[in-house]
Nanobody
Framework: QVQLVESGGGLVQAGGSLRLSCAASGTVFVVKDMAWYRQAPGNPRELVAKVTSGDSTNYADSVKGRFTISRDNAKNTVYLQMNSLKPEDTAVYYC?????????????????WGQGTQVTVSS
């Protein structure tokens, strides 16, 4: 099993910054793509940013130029630097990881989700 633990959410004024972190832990695994999603009340969960194992990135149009996703493969950690925050960025942010887990002579691949961290931007 793999666990994703997020940190870094909170309350910030519009125009401010926050940095989210998400660390994967477990035994004998390899993390492929990592991503951040968010879900505001009454809205579906949406992709915010993704980084591949080759460090390619893509962003939702609403956050381009303001958010930066990065990863530290040695720490199995993904970060989301959020600048110029707007009230419409208010949501629960979830970390997602595509993970291959090895056991015995076999392996399995699945998505894992973090528990979510609240980001609130006041106007």
């Amino acid at each position: 099993q793999v666990q994703l633990v997020e940190s870094g959410g909170g309350l910030v004024q519009a125009g401010g910054s926050l940095r989210l972190s998400c660390a994967a832990s477990g035994t004998v695994f390899v993390v492929k793509d990592m991503a951040w999603y968010r879900q505001a009340p009454g809205n579906p969960r949406e992709l915010v940013a993704k980084v591949t194992s080759g460090d390619s990135t893509n962003y939702a149009d609403s956050v381009k130029g303001r958010f930066t996703i990065s990863r530290d493969n040695a720490k199995n950690t993904v970060y989301l630097q959020m600048n110029s925050l707007k009230p419409e960025d208010t949501a629960v942010y979830y970390c997602n990881a595509d993970v291959i887990t090895y056991y015995g002579l076999g392996s399995s691949r699945r998505d894992y989700w973090g528990q979510g961290t609240q980001v609130t931007v006041s106007s």
